[in-house]
Each structure stands twice: as structure tokens, then as C-alpha cells.
């Protein structure tokens, strides 16, 4: 069966292409990859989580425990009696753990109970944005491995022991046989194409600290640095 030229990668959540009710591919109405920075950086994060069921698992552990972490770190903020707590020294002095946690201490301390509620608003913001970028890289991987199973054929078992210099062989050899395209500047696709594009943002970073764009140094007063230098100096001088 002769290849299409026309097909292109087929994922919705890069503006990628659909596939016809019978199935088969369409070109009518599709677009290129619009953000090819970001398909091959979500390819290189699924690789390296292992596939979709480790990063549902991960993710969700990690959102739970920035949960448990914010609610009790305000409860020991805003209802612990510390003042009463460090009085216990013995079982005669000690009484029970609610006479030392009690919502009592929002009245008693207004102060305290705004600066807590402040904390847990905050944090709680922060939760909650995490909360939507993890359904998000969730929504993505997910197309991703439809990516993986269905155009190149590696299952999530069979990514465990795969190298990643593997996968970009697969990409490179789909874009090559003209069946499946991912839509680029260029007609080949190579492993440095993808590498580049994964780390744009690191090489970018790189480049403005190697050209001094970015001044990376601490700010030191002039007497200070004289004296550095002096002793700098007297240190690399000679004996005698």
C-alpha cells in the first residue's frame, strides 16, 4: 500500500490531525504540529516516567502529599497551644492531646488565626494549580500514548526496558517511510532535531551565561572585594 505524504502526527492537544468516522486518515481540515517544542518534550516526559500509568500514580501520590503536607502544617500553626504544651514534662503536668489542640486558639490568638488562614489560602492556591497542570500533563501523556501504541508500536510494558535513543529511532524511521508524518520544516526528521527541541530552553540558558547576559554574581561591596583581592594577592605572593 503506497504511503500518504499528506498524513501527519495525530494528536488532537498539539493541533495535530483526526482521524474519519471509518478510521482511516483525512487530510481535509488538518494543520501541522503547532508546538513541536512541546510534542517532543511530552514525548521525552512520558519516556522518562515510563508510560501512562506511572504518571497518573506519581502525580496523584504527589498532589496528596502537597495536600496532607499544607492542611497539617496550618493545624499545628493556628490550633496547637504551644505555651500549654511545653509545660508537659511528666504524666502529672501532661493532659490530653485535645486540652493542647483546639479550635479555641483562632479566638484566642486573632492574629494567629489570620496569618493561618492567609498560609492556607495561599498554599491552597498553589494546590489547586498544581491540581490543574497535573490534569493537563495527564491529558497530554494520555495522547501520548495513544502516540506510542498506535504509531510506534511500544506498549507501556515494553517501555520499561527501552532506550530512549530507541523511541527517536522509531520517530525517525515513522517520519522517513512517509506513512506517518509529523509535520516540520524540513522532510527528514534526526535524533539532533529532537534533542534540539527538548532542550531549547537549556541551551537558551546556557547560551545567556556563556554571552554574559544573564549576570549570574552576588553583588559585593567595593571595600569588600578590594580587601578579597588584597588577600587574594598576599596569598599568591612569594615567601620572602
Not at 511530552?42 to 502525580?59: A, H, N
Not at 534526526?190 to 549576570?215: P, T, W
Request: aromatic residues 12%; contains cysteine.
Amino acid at each position: 500500500m503506497e504511503a500518504n505524504p499528506h498524513h501527519y502526527v495525530e494528536m488532537a492537544e498539539f493541533g495535530l490531525l483526526q482521524e474519519s468516522d471509518g478510521g482511516e486518515s483525512s487530510t481535509s481540515g488538518w494543520g501541522a504540529v503547532s508546538n513541536l517544542d512541546q510534542f517532543f518534550s511530552t514525548m521525552y516526559s512520558y519516556y522518562y516516567s515510563k508510560g501512562l500509568p506511572t504518571m497518573c500514580v506519581t502525580g496523584i501520590t504527589n498532589l496528596l502529599t502537597l495536600g496532607f503536607t499544607i492542611v497539617l502544617s496550618t493545624c499545628l500553626f493556628a490550633l496547637v497551644d504551644y505555651a500549654a504544651l511545653l509545660e508537659c514534662r511528666d504524666e502529672s503536668s501532661c493532659h490530653a492531646l485535645g486540652d493542647y489542640v483546639t479550635r479555641e486558639m483562632l479566638s484566642r490568638y486573632p492574629v494567629r488565626g489570620a496569618l493561618a488562614m492567609c498560609y492556607f489560602a495561599l498554599f491552597f492556591a498553589y494546590w489547586a494549580w498544581s491540581a490543574v497542570s497535573l490534569a493537563l500533563s495527564l491529558r497530554d501523556a494520555a495522547e501520548m500514548h495513544r502516540f506510542f501504541v498506535e504509531r510506534l508500536g511500544v506498549s507501556t510494558r515494553e517501555l520499561q526496558t527501552m532506550t530512549w535513543h530507541e523511541v527517536v529511532e522509531r520517530v525517525v524511521r515513522l517520519q522517513e517511510s512517509g506513512e506517518y508524518k509529523i509535520a516540520i520544516h524540513r522532510r527528514a526528521l534526526s535524533a539532533h532535531d529532537i534533542a534540539c527541541r527538548v532542550m531549547r530552553k537549556e541551551n537558551y540558558l546556557i547560551a545567556f551565561i556563556n554571552q554574559g547576559i544573564l549576570a549570574l554574581h552576588v553583588p559585593v561591596p567595593r571595600a569588600l572585594a578590594r580587601a578579597l583581592r588584597a588577600g587574594r594577592a598576599g596569598r599568591a605572593a612569594p615567601d620572602g
